[in-house]
């Protein structure tokens, strides 16, 4: 009878070959999940939009943001100290007239809902689109709502139109996107209260490719939503 030689019986493998599989095994398994806990704690940096009340907030809209984890996101840029940054955390001044200047440089479509036509929750009720003092925007023209600029808890609603279907200078370079290229520029000033941190998003279903359009950059902090955070 054969005695089966133990060394060898597992994987046709010797005793070191074993446990260099396992080892390389664990070292994958640790790197996979060190790799996904770096992705789950990666947070969009905090951009002193305002550091005062005579600073404006700069932000601009983009259909696709080019680099990162998710190039082809449509996304928020924001401005600190006349640099761009990719990231939707604000910091602005308490109890402040704060004004907001955001370059939208995306299509847009129809709205689901055309109650967010209209501008809310800004001072006097309106914002300056492309120069003009408006209150509400009509989402069926050519172009439609690119994106809101919202903050449901503070009752501020902006519709963003997105650049005409006819314009051929869509933005196509790496972000940020320089005013040269097409773009609607909408303005508007919120009265900020008391200190505190305020959720902020858009609106308009823009996460193609996934579900109802609500997935990817619309659930995802630093693209389509962000904080508002109100500081002493
Ligand atoms: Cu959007």
Redo the contacts with the bound molecule.
Sequence with gaps: MTQIDDSKAQLGLPRSGRLALVTGVLVVVGAALAFTFAYLISYPSTVVAAATASDTVVLQ?VGAIGLGNHPTW?SYMAQENGNWVHSTVLTVPANSDVHFKIYQY?SGSPLRNPYMDQVAGTVGGTETLNGQVVRIVNDNADGGI???FAIPSLGVYVPMPGISSLQTNACSTPVPCATTFDHNTVEFTIHTGAPGTFTWQ??????LGFLIGNGG??STFGY?GGYLKVVA
């Design positions: 809209s449509v995306d690119g994106h809101t858009c609106f308009v279903p823009c996460g950059p619309m389509m």
